[in-house]
């Protein structure tokens, strides 16, 4: 914050942005940068000489390149905004990979690993289309240009807030961090059909397109777990955690005995940490690990 305070304030007398800095700095379109939100500097800042103000600036932007190249490899990276004058743009991540965006709006859409989404932004609407996979909006206030998900069966109308959305084979899994969300079906939310408001700490499965008569308590630390790497789970069926585990393990764990993928199990373990979660498996009793080429294959006696 404080990096981002000076930077600002560095920048006002040349009458540039940060964002339009980072703009003039940017190689080609795929760079990978941090774009960091503008900050106003408190009052006090004005009083500091100009004549310090070029080496702040170059002070900052040293310490905040070190900063980039020692944490760029574990933080979400922000890619480049995707402009307003552009009727739709395709967004995908491939396995194991996570990506951060920056609309136009300003709003943030993080994509968790092997998702695909589709976003159009105009003067009338701001449309995402959840093609597969998982991710989550944090979404800038417009009153008059509600922010739109749709998710196969489902549609999430939002204003301002941030919510995190699912698309499974059968389910969507919508979970509200922060504000309120509508939550109705595709094919007919635009008439009087119901819909399900959640605010947050909410959630809601719709199970085959059909809608659940009430949204359900969330553990929203766990649902969104993933954003910093981590799967969560306390007393889950193993089969249900490999399972998500598989999401982003270049070697997919295959579970043989049946008893084993429904033992309940506790844990916290990273999304890209393999070994982790085989000495894990190895230290419960009567559990064997194979690993192979292709598989790593859990059994118990």
């Known amino acids: ?16 942005s940060a964002e339009q800095l980072v703009a003039r700095a940017r190689l080609d ?14 009052a006090t800042r004005e009083t500091r000489s100009r004549r310090w103000r070029p080496l702040a600036l170059a002070a900052s932007l040293s310490v905040l390149s070190v900063g980039l190249l020692t944490f760029g490899h574990f933080w979400p990276i922000f890619r480049p905004a995707i402009s307003a004058d552009e009727t739709a743009r395709h967004l995908q991540t491939r396995h194991g990979e996570q990506r951060t965006y920056r609309l136009a709006d300003r709003s943030v859409i993080h ?12 003067g009338n609407e701001r449309l995402v289309v959840l093609e597969a ?5 944090d979404v800038t206030h417009e009153y008059r240009r509600p922010f739109r998900v749709s998710a196969g069966s489902v549609q999430v109308v939002d204003v301002g807030t941030i919510f995190d959305v699912q698309i499974g084979p059968a389910a969507t899994l919508v979970t509200v961090a922060a504000g309120r969300v509508n939550v109705g079906l595709t094919s007919n939310f635009e008439h009087t059909s119901p819909y399900l408001q959640l605010g947050a700490g909410q959630q809601v499965r719709v199970v085959d397109g059909v809608l659940p008569a009430r949204p359900v308590a969330a553990d929203v630390a766990r649902a969104t777990a993933w954003l910093h790497r981590q799967i969560k789970f306390e007393n889950e069926p193993l089969g249900r955690v490999t399972d998500d585990f598989n999401r982003y393990a270049p ?3 295959e579970i043989v005995t049946q008893a084993l993928r429904d033992l309940k199990i506790s844990g916290v373990f990273a999304t890209d940490d393999s070994e982790a979660f085989i000495a894990f498996l190895r230290s419960r009793p009567a559990v064997h690990v194979q690993v192979t080429a292709t598989r790593i294959r859990v059994s118990q006696d």
């Open 1 to 16: 914050t404080a990096l981002t305070q000076d930077l600002r304030s560095a920048c006002e007398p040349a009458g540039e």
């Open 29 to 42: 379109q795929e760079s990978t940068l941090l774009f960091l939100s503008p900050h106003t500097p408190p």
């Open 111 to 122: 994509l968790n690993t092997d998702t695909a989404v589709t976003v159009r932004i105009d």
């Open 133 to 137: 996979g998982e991710a989550e909006f």
């Open 251 to 253: 070697i997919p764990f």
